[in-house]
Structures are given as C-alpha cells and as structure tokens.
C-alpha cells in the first residue's frame, strides 16, 4: 500500500521561507516520479514541480528561480524548498506519486504567506 506523508507547512510572513518535505511507503521515489502540487481555494490543483527517477526536473513558470525540488533517496524523501514566497502561493500543496501507472496522494499541507 503506498502512502504518502507531507510536513513543513505554516504560517509565514512574503519573501520567507519553507521546505515541505513528503516521506513515502510502498513506493520508492528513486525508481518513480514524484511531485508537488498545490491547489488554492476554488482553483484546481496545479503542477508545481517534479523530479522523474532520472533525476530530471521541471517547474511551473510561477516558481522558477524560487522553489527548489530534491530527493533523498536514502530516506525514500522528496523535498520542496520554497524561497521568496509571495501571497500568491498560499495554497494546499500535495505531495504526488505514480506507481504502475496509478496516481497517489498525500493528504496535503497548508502554507499560508501573509503580506
């Protein structure tokens, strides 16, 4: 059973900082692609970033320059560095996960950039 485990959302001030991180089970992010997405009220969820097993990586244009994609694979962990927040980005984020062609989810952490 894969599950999917977010943590490092808050609360925080425009132009600070946080790093999301999404700890998995029943998966391994080495040989799977993962993602983060974010979804605001009443917007859909959106592609924020993703990083392929291969190591490649791509951004939505809104948080190139200011959000940073990883993975640790020793602890089967993928990360999303966020700097520069802006008010623009406070949303739901979800962690996101592909295994045998089926799409999993975390339940989701809240960030919340005041201005």
């Known amino acids: 059973q894969v599950q999917l485990v977010e943590s490092g959302g808050g609360l925080v001030q425009a132009g600070g900082s946080l790093r999301l991180s999404c700890v998995a089970s029943?998966?391994?992010?080495?040989?799977?692609?993962a993602a983060w997405y974010h979804q605001a009220p009443g917007n859909q969820r959106e592609l924020v970033a993703r990083i392929t097993s291969d190591g490649s990586i791509n951004y939505a244009d809104s948080v190139k320059g200011r959000f940073t994609i990883s993975r640790d694979n020793a602890k089967n962990t993928v990360y999303l560095q966020m700097n520069s927040l802006k008010p623009e980005d406070t949303a739901v984020y979800y962690c996101n996960a592909v295994k045998f062609e089926n799409p999993y989810w975390g339940q989701g952490t809240q960030v919340t950039v005041s201005s």
């Open positions: 029943g998966i391994i992010f080495r040989v799977s692609a």
